[in-house]
């Protein structure tokens, strides 16, 4: 089970960080991602990390502003945001899957989910 928290309200130019912990013993094995979905829009990769965290990957939006990262001995991963948008308000989530190849994928890739965690960015 994957728990994501650390949304929240930002003013444009904030920063604010996610938490995505997962239970079990296996999460060194699972590739973790950051996904988002703002209303009415699809849901969209942000960015993506290998299993040992050696590679990430980010969605256009993100790179540059966005880091991910995890610890695999906290069975945690981790979404670092800075230079907050407007355009950044959405249900971010995270996602876990043990078999994916890359460190970026559509969302169909990911088998296992966390129930959101909402970021609202203000002007």
């Known amino acids: 089970q994957l728990q994501a928290s650390g949304g929240g309200l930002v003013q444009v130019g904030g920063s604010l960080g996610l938490s995505c912990a997962a239970s079990g013993r296996t999460f060194r094995d699972y590739v973790m991602a950051w996904f988002r979905q703002a209303p009415g829009k699809e849901r969209e990769f942000v960015a993506g990390i290998s299993r040992g965290g050696g590679s990430t990957e980010y969605g256009d939006s993100a790179k540059g502003r966005f880091t991910i990262s995890r610890d695999n001995a906290k069975n945690t991963a981790y979404l670092q945001m800075h230079s907050l948008r407007a355009e950044d308000t959405a249900v971010y989530y995270c996602?876990?899957?043990?078999?994916?190849?890359?460190?970026?994928?559509?969302?169909?890739?990911?088998?296992?989910w966390g129930q959101g965690t909402q970021v609202t960015v203000s002007s």
């Open positions: 996602a876990a899957d043990r078999f994916q190849r890359g460190t970026r994928g559509a969302s169909s890739e990911f088998a296992h």
